[in-house]
């Protein structure tokens, strides 16, 4: 758990009296007091969360502030679906205000621009409360003037009904998830429930509330998220005040929150249902006057933490994120908290699927609405052709073809005739008969779900386990009635005798209409491929390997996101990953973004979504590059409207590292293959090489590159490097910095291969004091390898390094043979006593005799060889001379 208290959230040191976080995560919205007004504030949540976008100069903190209500604003209300937010104040209105896509002013309250789409006014006291419905079909607010409007969301501002019962100030609405109730809450110490089909009053509670004294100014109650129980705000037990919990239907108040030392001012349900210990759970935050916050889980009889003196006044007001995991506080006293959870703690949420599953098992419908998704169907058609190109798409529609069925009886099995409806059948009662072979059968009858399993919550555990359940599951009431007059032959064929003499007719046409249903090859075709193509015993005997386990990867998968979104740059842009953004009914969404950098405004110019979490990121002003956990890539290129460079890739395993340098995409991935794109062309040029032989426990990819000859190079954490080498179809090592050689021979450290040397650079310093024969045979030999990597892999400017490396450690350590050898090749067959039978004047484009020259300037410093200098510098001299006269 996290605790946060960003100081620049304020409204100038003035009271903020309630908080919402929209349902994206992006932002949330301050209401309260401001200088002579109320005032409504758009805050940036992700500056909030994450350090690194806090002090970003160029994300803005607060994206816009309203100071149009005329007195102090209670609360703020984000709608389920995101698009608008609505407040109410003082002022007895409320404002409903929408993202104007229009450019809006720049500064420091306008990085959004949103304005009001609508007033109502119907209230005749001080908006206390919000609600949104949970399609945002209608939106209620409670106020001092004793009554609750329903609004009409799709139609602003027709008014519903208006709800007359309380008898005191109405401080608290709330919305059955389920849609079929609204809850208030009023200083009238009763809380009412109605019935959205109606508006009649369904059950009117009061006995938790009779011996609460003085009031508040809030009541904030709340609706777990099943649906089962409402959570209340300034109830009393035993004479301490407690957050009291209402079971749905009966309306018993047998259960409640305890432990706060004065009167409970708000209370909230988490939207989202946890799965903890293999329990489901809700959990609930609860908010008092004594300046603390508590956690309840519903399958826990103690809080899950306390923050005590969290603020220095009175919590007014909570909201959860849709992800479940962070949670916003107000006070009375300017200031906001966030709390961070992780699902450690608190659970992991059920995905849309399985809660959208719960609900059609308890309720028998689905009534959620993705959490900031648009509501379409709250759209408007404003322009008749839209109306007419739908007439004609309706005309163009043809009739549904009705399915023949085959006459033959063969094909009866396969589609019966629909049955008579049989009589209803006691719920309570099943029936046993026999078969004509002596088995048992029971005939299944339909079980409706009746009352009790309907009120089946999520706290129905054991009461050891949960604190909100004291009941047990008792056994089945369904009884079996033996019925021994009737006998059932069963209806099968002896498939195992006959299954080649009766393959004809029907199912010969089912495995000719189902064998070629999908383009492309079939799966068992795939997986014999597979199994072609792993090792065999070749002509060389080697052992074939049969049954082989997966091979646990070479390199570790990297962890991108953990934490929250992460950032990369993309020259005016930058690129936002946000793993796991959202949830459907198919599974979790990640989510990029493109945001301009010096724009007022925090919204992406484009996005785009993938299945699977981002592990790694390469990223330029041309080119964004990411891969994901299930071994995908995907590459974009960043022109005025992003499109994708590259199809989706499937790697042969996860990416471990991506290096992006211009247009060239190098990929290394965990199972130690190593691949490169020109992304330009959209052509490989590097096909995956496996180098998994080249790493030990604990070596990671510190780099990897390709050279312009078209050679790729990888560097390791433990100081090697390697060059892929086409012509030899193997690894040369470049540099190993524990190789015994190459530290006995004092040698520099490894040089990257580069083609702009100059001529004359400085040699790699070699121990020049006297020394054994062992460590000058050991730098010569490192130095001839050198040498000896950069022929083969045609470097020359490297090769012409380390060659005059070689011959000024020979010059100091190596006898006047090695010295000749070099220089008899270099001057040519005009000089050596046996002619070669051929002898090229240049290697890899290099002159040998500008080369002999460098390596003559060595030699003059020298005394001892000052005769082999002369030697030879006079017959390069001649040499030179001839080629001036033209012989």
Known sequence: MK???????NHDEKPIFSVDIHPTGKRFATGGQGEDSGRVVVWNFNSVLFEEVEWDSNVPKMLCQMDNHLACVNCVRWS???????????????????LSVAAGATGKHKAETWRCLTTLRGHAGDVLDLAWSPLDK????CSVDNTIIIWNAEKFPEMVCVLNGHTGLVKGVAWDPV??????????????????????????????FEECGGTTHVLRLSWSPDGQYVLSAHAMNGGGPTAQVVERDSWRCDKDFVGHKKAVTCARFNSNIFVKDGKKCCCAAVGSRDRSLSIWLTSLKRPLVVVHELFSDSVLDLSWSSDGLKLLACSTDGTVA???FTKTEIGTPLTLEEKNAFYEKIYGKCFVNEPGGDLTSNLLVECPEILLAREKQEAKKEPPKEEITPKSDKSQPFAPAPLPPLPPRPVDRQIETRTSDGKRRITPVYIPLTSVDANESLGSQPATESCFSTSSQGKSRIKVERRDDIIIHPNVSNHATTSVRNDTGLEQRLRKRTAASL???RVDELHAKRSCASPTAGASGSPTLK??????????????????????AAGVLRLQVVNKACNTHYGTLSRLELIPNNSASNDPIWETYLGSPVTCIACDARWACVACADGALHVWRLARAPARALPHLALPSQAAKMTLSGDTLAVVTTSAELAIWDLSTATCLVRPLCFRNLLSHGVTVSNCSLLEDGNPMISLSNGKSYIYCKKLCAWVVWADAGDPVRRAGGGAGPRAPSRTRAPHAHVPALRTHPRSKALSGAARSWLEAQVAACLHLRLPADYRHWFVALFDHLVHHGTEEQLRNILDDLLGPSHCTSTPKKWQNTILGLKKHDILEELLSLLVRQLQWQRLYAEYADQLGQ????????H
């Not at 995101?82 to 929408?98: H, K, N, T």
């Not at 079929?180 to 006995?207: F, G, N, P």
């Not at 646990?552 to 950032?567: F, S």
């Open 519 to 521: 383009p492309g090859p």
């Open 138 to 141: 209608w939106l209620a607010s």
């Open 879 to 886: 040499l030179a001379g001839a080629v001036l006269n033209g």
């Open 179 to 208: 849609g079929k109730y609204l809850a208030s809450q009023s200083d009238d110490k009763s809380l009412r429930v109605w019935k959205t089909a109606d508006w009649a009053s369904q059950a009117v509670i009061t006995e938790s």
């Open 338 to 340: 966030c709390i961070q």
């Open 80 to 98: 389920n679906g995101g698009r608008y937010l609505a407040s109410g104040g003082d002022d007895s209105l409320v404002m409903v205000w929408g």
């Open 547 to 568: 049954n082989a386990g997966p091979v646990a990867p070479a390199l570790p998968a990297p962890a991108l996101g953990t934490a929250g979104p992460v950032v990369r």
């Open 3 to 9: 605790l946060y208290k960003p100081s620049w959230v």
